[in-house]
């Protein structure tokens, strides 16, 4: 098991219980107690938990989860991201360019895309920056947005942001939301980064949303756009029939990852 998925792990346990120990998750997870201490100061110096004595609880400060630091949301549904992603990136052709947003879900996607392909990215995600670093894909080429950095979600926003969207005309937008819902179509969690995925939506030929099973029982509190903008949602094998059902009612097709 990867570090990030042990982590997702642990954190995953503490919202359900509200603390665990070291000896507990050194036998869970099949570990030592000191690889055990050492993702739990991880965790803590990432602002997702706090140590205490023999243990960890959660920590509980930062709020609504659509709000929480960029590392709690990336370990979340990890697995399923990851999927997601992989999935995403054989819709991405050679020459194209495309927007990938700012979210933990899209995080994954650069480092699927045919390394033979000449692609380029536009983003106002930091954290897909330094991603891209990582991969050392010499046939990607990066654009970054301007705009107000914002530390918490390592995320460019604000009139500059939106104002240089709208000097790309991109093939592909590749998204995520907070939510799907019937009666509300697509939702986000982050006031902030909204309008820089509303003008993403708008300036670009094709757009689709990634977006694994917990959107479909969630609620954002900022609608994004409605379900006639949205060609394709990518989820993963989590999906209930009914939420894909939904999606088909209105327009929109769905491809599930495994």
């Excluded at 914002?150 to 000097?167: D, F, M, P, Q, Y």
């Excluded at 479909?216 to 209930?240: C, M, N, P, R, W």
Aim: with cysteine.
């Amino acid at each position: 098991m990867y570090n990030i998925e042990r982590k997702a792990l642990i954190v995953s346990l503490l919202k359900k219980d509200s603390k665990v120990s070291v000896n507990q998750l050194a036998q869970m997870l099949e570990i030592s107690k000191e690889t055990v201490r050492r993702d739990l100061r991880e965790l803590e110096q990432e602002g997702l938990i706090q140590r205490t004595h023999g243990g960890a609880v959660l920590e509980t400060s930062g709020g609504n989860t659509s709000e929480y630091p960029f590392k709690m949301r990336e370990i979340q549904n990890y697995e399923e991201k990851a999927k997601i992603c992989k999935a995403a990136a054989q819709l991405i052709e050679d020459g194209d360019t495309i927007f990938i947003d700012n979210s933990s879900t899209t995080i994954s996607l650069i480092k699927n895309i045919n390394p033979a392909y000449q692609v380029t990215v536009i983003t106002n995600s930091i954290k897909l920056l330094i991603e891209s670093v990582n991969v050392n894909n010499p046939n990607l080429v990066m654009i970054s947005l301007g705009g107000i950095f914002r530390a918490k979600n390592l995320s460019l926003t604000g009139i500059l942001a939106n104002e240089w969207v709208h000097n790309f005309r991109p093939n592909k937008a590749f998204l995520s939301c907070r939510a799907i819902r019937p009666e509300s179509g697509f939702t986000d969690g982050s006031i902030y980064e909204v309008d820089t995925k509303r003008a993403m939506i708008d300036n670009a030929q094709h757009v689709y949303v990634l977006a694994d099973h917990s959107k479909f029982h969630e609620q954002g509190a900022v609608y994004l756009t409605d379900f006639s903008k949205v060609e394709l949602v990518i989820t993963d094998d989590g999906a209930d029939e009914e939420s894909l059902r939904m999606l088909g009612l209105r327009g929109v097709k769905t491809h599930v990852a495994c």
